[in-house]
């Protein structure tokens, strides 16, 4: 049976154990957890934070969950859907005096990427994200030059990405069509919403179809002759048969100033 709204539910103590220990949980910190579920989690974290922001779509479980912890204040039930609230005004609220904050979760995996778009394009971004996802997309968001794509990019322009653990489909229940994987992104570069948006413009170009060449993705996508855009990747150290995919990250940066010139 499909689960509604990526509900698989970790059922497996270790796993939660380990997510704790790779988190480095401080009795200061304040945790972001997406889509809390029945708890379980979030009961292990707010042992070792100072408070944990538990923030859940599903109408049925906010009763669960406001039962569940209600003699605790180290627990913020907030029903909400992560891609629709006002994360400036909560972080403002909760974390902005203290600076650090951390997202753990096992996260619905049908919002991966906006998920961790959303917390690295933040003014205040989290110290660290650890997440359960999808092992598919653990494996590519730390993918090396050879095998990137928009998603490696764009995770490690702005941060350290790890594959910290897999972990079978048969943690959760009901047991997902899918393994997982927790990873761990640590944020180095601060979101600048006008350079990056150069920036990404060239890295959309030049993976914007698969097959074919760089030269000829960012001779066709911004409309330039491609005698000018290989020279550019002559420039740039890069030869006129390389695909966007091997790519290194100081490429990308290098091009990108190239493109503005
Ligand atoms: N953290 C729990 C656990 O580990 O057992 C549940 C994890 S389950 C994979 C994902 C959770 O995210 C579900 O509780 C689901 O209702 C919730 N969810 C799905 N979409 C959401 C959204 N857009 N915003 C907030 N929570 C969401």
Do not use: C
């Amino acid at each position: 049976m499909p689960t509604k709204l990526g509900q698989n539910f970790l059922q497996d103590k270790e796993i939660i154990k380990k997510i704790i220990a790779s988190s480095d949980l401080k009795e200061d910190d304040f945790v972001i957890e997406i889509g809390p579920g029945e708890g379980a989690l979030t009961e292990q974290l707010s042992k070792y934070a100072k408070k944990v922001i538990a923030i859940e779509l599903d109408d049925k479980l906010i009763p669960l969950l406001e039962k569940k912890f209600s003699d605790t204040k180290k627990i913020e039930i907030i029903h909400e859907d992560i891609l629709k609230i006002n994360l400036p005004e909560l972080l403002g609220h909760f974390v902005s005096k203290e600076k650090n904050y951390k997202v753990i979760a096992n996260i619905p995996y049908y919002i991966t990427s906006p998920i961790i778009r959303l917390f690295l394009e933040q003014d205040i971004q989290p110290e660290e994200i650890i997440l359960m996802v999808q092992k598919e997309v653990a494996e590519r968001i730390i993918a090396r030059p050879g095998e990137t794509s928009i998603l490696s990019v764009s995770v490690q322009y702005y941060a350290s990405a790890e594959l910290l653990f897999e972990v079978g489909r048969d943690s959760f229940s009901p047991a997902p069509k899918v393994d997982s994987a927790v990873i761990k992104i640590v944020p180095r570069r601060k979101f600048d919403k006008e350079a990056d948006k150069k920036f990404f413009r060239i890295v959309r170009s030049g993976f914007s179809a698969k097959r074919k060449t760089l030269l000829n993705n960012l001779s066709a996508s911004l409309r330039m002759e491609k005698s000018s855009v290989e020279e550019k990747l002559k420039t740039a150290g890069i030869g006129p048969t390389v695909r966007a995919q091997e790519l290194s990250l100081e490429n990308w940066k290098k091009l990108a100033s190239l493109f503005q010139k």
